[in-house]
């Protein structure tokens, strides 16, 4: 069964950086694609950035050169490196843990009723 959780969120100035943790279950095989997600109130969950089995990660427009997605560590945890934080990047970050293949670029259109098993997310704050 799939399980995520998130940590890491916290407040910030801008121009700051964090970095979130997505510890994840239910891996059976080395197929598995990985994303990162948020959402501000009154909003859709937009993707931030995805990444299929090793294969070269992607990123939305917004975030594109400040954030990376990291691949699965040996606890089956991933991550999200945050950089140059601007207050546009506050908002809840979701985490997602797909336990096989499917298209990275396909995954980042996703919305909030495209995913079962999401997490209770974690806040991030960039205050100017």
């Known amino acids: 069964r799939v399980q995520v959780v998130e940590s890491g969120g916290d407040s910030v100035q801008t121009g700051g950086s964090l970095k979130l943790s997505c510890a994840t279950s239910?891996?059976?095989?080395?197929?598995?694609?990985l994303a990162w997600f948020r959402q501000v109130p009154g909003k859709g969950r937009e993707g931030v950035a995805a990444l299929e089995s090793s294969e070269r990660p992607i990123y939305a427009d917004s975030v594109s050169g400040r954030f990376a997605i990291t691949d699965l560590d040996a606890e089956n945890s991933f991550y999200l490196q945050m950089d140059n934080l601007k207050p546009e990047d506050t908002a809840t970050y979701y985490c997602?843990?797909?336990?096989?293949?499917?298209?990275?670029?396909?995954?980042?259109?996703?919305?909030?009723?495209?995913?079962?098993?999401w997490g209770q997310g974690t806040q991030v704050t960039v205050n100017s």
């Open positions: 239910g891996r059976t095989t080395n197929s598995y694609t």
């Open positions: 997602a843990f797909v336990p096989f293949r499917v298209s990275a670029s396909w995954v980042l259109g996703w919305d909030e009723s495209s995913y079962n098993h």
